[in-house]
């Protein structure tokens, strides 16, 4: 019993921390992160690969704690209907949330959650979330013709967008792998012994019920 309590304090310890300390880096050294416009989604890779490599039930609470940090810290502007610019509240959360739950489940059965899927992962759900963010910006512009044109051609969506975000976020998950295998919120001893049978059976005394 207190073996398992040490466990749990150990993972929102950790989380804690990285949640705190990753957010603050993202909102104050956004220069430093980005290259051509783009810059590495810390946040995100983050949120993606405690998915992948911690199950569903962390990876979707961090995933929604992640998001409400950035809705407070940096929430996305729009042009509503009516012409004035309105900053929305929950899109971080719902990207996040949705980043969690697809990375807990990308191909973890066959895969195990090893680490070179893990980049795959990672390069997986940044497109999505970036095509997907083209998307509905273009989309809007047709619901809301206040919002003016969209601009973008195919090269820079895909090119000087999707690609070159993903291959910051990719750079950037060497680091973020490292710290959750070196200073995660599970033990090392831990780590080699877990399989998608062991977080299954955890998540009933996971850290979210304590």
């Known amino acids: 019993m207190m073996m398992n309590q040490r466990k749990l304090i150990r993972?929102?310890?950790?989380?804690?921390?990285?949640?705190?300390?990753?957010?603050?880096?993202?909102?104050?050294?956004p220069n430093r992160l980005g290259f051509g416009g783009q810059t590495a989604d810390i946040t995100f890779v983050f949120v993606v690969l405690t998915g992948y490599f911690y199950g569903f039930k962390d990876g979707v609470i961090v995933g929604l704690i992640m998001g409400l940090v950035r809705d407070c810290l940096a929430p996305i502007a729009i042009i509503g209907i009516d012409g004035t610019v309105h900053v929305t509240a929950g899109i971080g959360m719902l990207v996040m949330f949705l980043a969690g739950a697809v990375a807990s489940s990308f191909f973890t059965k066959r895969m195990h959650r090893n680490i070179p899927f893990a980049f795959v992962s990672i390069a997986f759900i940044t497109l999505l979330y970036k095509f997907s963010g083209h998307f509905l910006a273009y989309s809007w512009t047709f619901l809301v013709p206040s919002a003016g044109s969209y601009d973008l051609g195919v090269y820079e969506i895909v090119v000087r967008s999707s690609l070159l975000q993903t291959l910051l976020n990719l750079i950037a998950g060497i680091p973020?792998?490292?710290?959750?295998?070196?200073?995660?919120?599970?033990?090392l001893a831990e780590q080699r012994n877990t399989s998608d049978d062991v977080i299954k059976s955890n998540e009933d005394t996971s850290w979210l019920q304590i």
Do not use: D, E, N
């Open 11 to 29: 993972k929102i310890v950790v989380y804690a921390v990285y949640i705190l300390l990753l957010s603050s880096l993202q909102v104050s050294y």
């Open 176 to 187: 973020l792998l490292v710290l959750l295998r070196f200073a995660g919120p599970v033990g």
